[in-house]
């Protein structure tokens, strides 16, 4: 059963953020002929963290005690009604309330996928696991892009929201015919959900690992939403060359996913977040720096780098922590939400930022604010290990 689990999840998440990547070249560009400013550009994307944010948790701690398999298919249908619906939109309103409901399905696929991948790992061996299920999101996500840029350089807009739905509606079948009904490992978490969300905000070394994945999530929307308007702008880029960029970084960030998750399991976490940590600011801090097409390329190469590094690290320590104290779902659903509450501030700094002082300050901002955050989480969860290991019950 674990094994058609595991093929079942990661190919339904492949399909599923492959056409969530096609959507990513585009909807910028699309949200601007509506009328969008940098703000209402990043309120679009804030609509969408905003009610996935406020879902993930209860998602995942209803998943621990009646099953994930229904919550992955009405995120997966969910997914597939945005991409009919998207094309209609006639205002920039239209389209913050479609990625609302967006998010309300996002909330139900991705915490689902990893509390599903956190049980599967067997001790010891996290880091690889969560790898596992990145490379999925990362290949879906990094080859999107391409087939969007093509599809809508030859056929326009609506065709590759279109291609979004397809593709989810088909990965909510895989799911509904292989995934079994009665996942492994529900039903072993006995605390509420509240009760959860109390020791995490008593434990140093959780609030460390939440807080990293937060900040770490603060770089998304200028790296991915702002980008295309920089290309446009400054090298009259194609559909298809911002998709290659885009591509670039999250299939760097898949292909090395593997070797850091296996060096996550083996190794210091903490050295490795800060080393992931400085690569990302360093890399943000040159996108508006570059002037020409090829170095952008190289930026986001290094930039899918910082990346591979800390997916594994953050995956693997909020799946510990899932095992040993607060339930697979619920872990997995409020460490989504420190990604989505990340992705929330990102928007509104990096807007913010730019209609005050222009572009290139929504990247300098971006890389200072990561990069203090961070540094302050990976000093918690140090302090919290420390902690624990006095206690002896590292």
């Not at 992955?72 to 239209?94: D, E, K, M, N, R």
Request: glycine letters at 12%; aromatic letters at 10%.
């Amino acid at each position: 059963m674990n094994k058609q689990t595991l093929i079942t999840l990661l190919l339904s998440i492949f399909i599923a953020l492959l056409g969530i990547g096609i959507i990513i070249p585009v909807m910028p560009v699309f949200a601007t002929e509506l009328g969008a400013s940098g703000f209402s550009l990043g309120m679009i994307i804030a609509a969408f963290s905003i009610s996935r944010g406020l879902l993930q948790p209860v998602v995942g701690s209803l998943s621990d005690g009646w099953g994930r398999k229904r919550f992955l298919v009405s995120g997966l249908i969910i997914y597939g009604i945005v991409g009919l619906i998207i094309p209609q939109a006639g205002s920039v309103l239209h389209l913050i309330v479609i990625r609302t409901f967006h998010g309300v399905g996002s909330a139900m696929i991705v915490p689902i996928a990893m509390a599903y991948m956190s049980y599967l790992a067997p001790p010891d061996h996290e880091g690889r696991y969560m790898s596992y299920l990145n490379i999925a999101i990362f290949c879906g996500i990094g080859c999107g892009p391409m087939i969007g840029g093509v599809a809508s350089d030859l056929f326009g807009f609506a065709s590759v929201f279109y291609i979004m739905a397809v593709l989810s509606f088909g990965a909510s079948g895989l799911v509904i015919h292989y995934m079994p009904v009665q996942p492994p490992g529900v039903g072993k978490n006995q605390n509420s959900l509240l009760g959860n969300m109390s020791l995490m905000l008593k434990s140093r070394k959780t609030m460390g690992i939440l807080i990293a994945r937060y900040a770490t999530m603060i770089i998304m929307v200028p790296t991915m939403a702002f980008l295309p308007l920089l290309m446009t702008q400054r090298f009259a880029a194609s559909g298809l060359q911002i998709g290659l960029v885009i591509a670039l970084r999250t299939l760097a960030n898949a292909a090395l996913q593997v070797p850091f998750g296996k060096i996550a399991d083996r190794y210091n976490k903490v050295i490795l977040l800060i080393a992931g940590c400085i690569c990302l600011s360093s890399a943000i801090v040159c996108i508006p720096l570059a002037n020409s097409y090829m170095m952008i390329l190289i930026i986001y190469g290094i930039l899918g780098f910082g990346e591979a590094i800390l997916w594994p690290v953050l995956g693997a320590y909020a799946s510990k922590e899932g095992k040993e104290h607060y339930g697979h779902g619920t872990m997995m659903g409020i460490f989504s939400l420190a990604m989505s509450a990340g992705v929330f501030t990102g928007a509104t700094l990096a807007g913010f930022a730019m209609d005050s002082w222009g572009m290139d300050f929504a990247f300098y901002v971006t890389a200072s604010t990561v990069l203090c955050i961070t540094l302050t989480a990976a000093m918690m969860i140090s302090s919290g290990e420390s902690r624990l290991i006095k206690r002896g019950i590292s």
